[in-house]
Nanobody, 121 residues
Framework: QVQLVESGGGLVQPGGSLRLSCAAS????????MGWYRQAPGKQRELVAR???????NYADSVKGRFTISKDNGKNTMYLQMNSLKPEDTAVYYC???????????????WGRGTQVTISS
């Protein structure tokens, strides 16, 4: 019912920047929150950043001051601007959203397929 399409991943050198995008589409009545998680090889999936419908945000301590999450409400699209990237930021980044669909009228979580981010010289 809801599709999330991520884009913007790739390979960059340490210190570089990337901008991830996540577009939500489908039978959406309203979006409560959108966020990014990441999972590195051999590690658990962890929250990177999250933005609530009112605009409040929260970040993992490891990315504070380097990453910025934002959202274009008109396009149901979320962005993650990642600056000063480090090798330890290497992971698959997953978009997630909590939405209320017109079908259920109750909050439901959806996940994207993920986009690879590799930081290496």
């Amino acid at each position: 019912q809801v599709q999330l399409v991520e884009s913007g991943g790739g390979l960059v050198q340490p210190g570089g920047s990337l901008r991830l995008s996540c577009a939500a589409s489908g039978n959406i009545f309203s979006i409560y929150s959108m966020g990014w998680y990441r999972q590195a090889p051999g590690k658990q999936r962890e929250l990177v950043a999250r933005i609530i419908s009112g605009g409040s945000t929260n970040y993992a301590d490891s990315v504070k001051g380097r990453f910025t999450i934002s959202k274009d409400n008109g396009k149901n699209t979320m962005y993650l601007q990642m600056n000063s990237l480090k090798p330890e930021d290497t992971a698959v980044y997953y978009c997630t959203t909590t939405v209320i669909t017109r079908a259920s009228m109750s909050p439901t979580d959806y996940w994207g397929r993920g986009t690879q981010v590799t930081i290496s010289s």
